[in-house]
């Protein structure tokens, strides 16, 4: 398996099928063979386990993938990597290799035909360029128990940010809502052809049985989004502006009082749980 992260074999192989790296595609491989067998031991996958895997590349991931999942179905965007996939883990019996984008794939569907009876869960070296659209696609599926994958550092620091610092918003309460982050371990550029400016880590998100609150979801993200869209605004002021001609500054000044926070408080130092009061209170004052 250490031949997919050998460097000359990479490069010997990508040639011989005439391959050039994309930078749009988010084309970074690995080469060093630790990182994908611990970000591959890490995911959990045993023989009950249907792993959906974002971008193969040349199939490092994958074939880690394979020696312990029971199935896995690796989606790649680029038709060009289909005949070295062919080459390099087409004789596995539990891998499918689909050439698609997944921004455009069915995942309920895949996950029906490609794993059916078995435990979906998602392990990828995301392609950073659509970190988080991918990611915001697979946890809105609400398909996937657990999800194991390769980031940017800055995005995985945003994903499991706490209140009151820089790093806290909107896309790591999105997460946290619903899944329970935790950062793994980082991978520096030079695990990687060609190298990154910036350093990854691996982080994995645990579903969470009921979301981390029990509000009205649509208004609780409304709250949120107009509290971190001005985010050097204090809240009131920020959700006057997010609510306008919904709710009146002072109604909403009454909210944040009622919920017991400060006049000055702003979106950033609010817990998850205090986002959820503030949408119950504004849920009954916008009846
Ligand atoms: N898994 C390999 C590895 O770790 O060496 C490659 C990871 S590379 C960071 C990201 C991969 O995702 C590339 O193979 C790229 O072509 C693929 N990719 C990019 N955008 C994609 C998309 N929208 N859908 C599926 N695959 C995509």
Redesign the pocket.
Known sequence: MGQLTDYNYIMALLGRHGFRF?KA??????VAPWV?ERIAAESGADGRTGVL??????G???AELARRAGRVLA????AR?MPVLAETVGALGNVTVLN????DAELGALVVEHFGGLTPAVC???????TTP?LTKLIASGLFPTVTV?IQREVARRICAVPGTADYGAFGIFVDFYYKPSQLFDVPPDC?EPRPKVTSTVIRLEKRETPAALVDEKLFFQIVRAAFNQRRKTLVNALASGFSGRLEKARIAGCIAACGFTETARGETLSIEAFARLTREMGRALE
Do not use: R
């Open positions: 994309s595609k988010g084309q970074n491989f690995l994908p895997e974002i971008g193969p590349g040349v490092c991931l994958t989606l790649e965007i680029d990597l698609g984008d997944v921004m990828a070296n995301l392609p950073y360029n659509i991918v390769m990687f």
